[in-house]
């Protein structure tokens, strides 16, 4: 069977096509600014070839239907027949409170799904224009919806209620939901598989560095609790956004600045986190390299990174009840061994001893402690995509089962 995956932002598209019997990506590709004129779709295949098309796209119909067109082409293409495709798994970033799983799309899901774009306003209208656009391209084809707020749904009501007014979460559904959960699910259980044991008899904190950056804490194989929140705003320092602060300095800046509250938003969304310590760039690269030259500024934006996740694992050891297993995944984890190195030391309390050699060396999956370490440490690579098709075909595989 094929799966499509994709991921609608408002002005991209990005695909993946799997062969889920060899678990290979036949192609891969993404579509930047759909609806102006310089629209831009880039194809690269299995065999390594890359295809630009330069046909404008108004829309992301438009879009989808040249993805359709590519993978479909006689000469170019590697779908014999559209009917290869088994189902499309869309990204979904908010799933509200209404859905624990994925789930296919019929129409009093959609309906439903519409209730949830109040609750991401950026994100969730072009997720749901994708599934729209599809079912209109595609009949038959079964959509399938994962959500980036699935895997949190387990929490347990005291770690996602906030100290407000009760009626917030009765008539607003304002609460903790978190995000990054495909990555965070997809990582615990990769981390299972390295260590050979079952994902419900370890205890994992999951460190998702990259831009945006979360910590989750999984035990039973389910997420106990998570560092972002009502928004992916909270939680911990991310490249631009501020994560916790006291939420008294709203107010304070709005003063201060004699700015309308969007406005401070804008400034803890896109002008805070590393970059805002550093004022030098919101990409680590960028900052390990200044800090190196000597920049002070840029070296306390990575201390101060290295403390908010250290501090956040610490908050989380509660709810996974203790700690087997601590992850690094994503652009950070996976990639910069400094940062690795920084937040271990302020956990090696916990027993946590990084195997050097290996924090050096690798950026492949795999342990990277020492032997003898009460905790192991790792690195895995995320795979949101591979996560997004291997659920779309478990739940097309229960649905075959059930009728
Ligand atoms: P997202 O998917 O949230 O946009 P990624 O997971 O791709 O983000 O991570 C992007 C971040 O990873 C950037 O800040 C980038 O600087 C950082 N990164 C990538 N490679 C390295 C590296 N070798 N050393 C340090 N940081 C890195």
Known sequence: ????????????????????????????????????????????????????????????????????????????????????????????????????????????????????????????PPNLMGIDVCTGLMPGVPQVAVFDTAFH?????????????????????????????????????????????KLEDLKIITCHLGAGSSLCAVSSGKSQDTSMGFTPLSGLVMGT???????????????????????????????????GISGISPDFRDLEEEARRGSKQAHLALMVYAYSVARGVGSLIPAAGGLDALVFT?????????????????LSWIGIVLDEEKNVDSTVEGVISREAAKVKVLIVPTDEEKMIAQETREVLKKQSIRH
């Open 1 to 124: 069977m094929k799966i499509l995956v994709l991921n609608c932002g408002s002005s991209s598209l990005k695909y993946k096509l799997f062969d889920m019997e060899s678990q290979e990506v036949l192609s891969q590709g993404q579509a930047d600014r759909i609806g102006m004129p310089d629209a831009l779709f880039r194809h690269e295949r299995k065999e390594q070839k890359t295809f630009l098309d330069k046909t404008p796209l108004s829309d992301h119909r438009e879009a989808v239907n040249a993805l359709l067109a590519f993978l479909g082409d006689a000469k170019q293409g590697i779908l014999a027949d559209m009917r290869d495709i088994g189902g499309v798994g869309h990204r979904v970033v908010h799933g509200g409170e209404h859905f624990q799983t994925s789930v296919i799309v019929n129409p009093a899901i959609r309906e439903t799904l519409e209730d949830t774009k109040k609750l991401a306003p950026l994100h969730n």
């Open 153 to 197: 749904q387990t929490m347990p009501e005291y770690a996602y209620t906030y100290a407000i007014p009760y009626r917030y979460y009765k008539e607003d559904h304002v609460r903790r939901y978190g995000f990054h959960g495909i990555s965070h699910r997809y990582v615990a259980n990769q981390t299972a598989k390295i260590l050979q044991q």
């Open 241 to 275: 956004r501020c994560g916790d602060i006291d939420p008294a300095l709203v107010s304070f800046l709005v003063e201060k600045e004699q700015v309308p509250l969007s406005s401070v938003m804008e400034i803890l969304n896109r002008q805070s986190g590393v970059f």
């Open 330 to 346: 994503a652009g950070i984890g996976e990639h910069s061994s400094a940062m690795r190195r920084r937040i271990c030391e302020f």
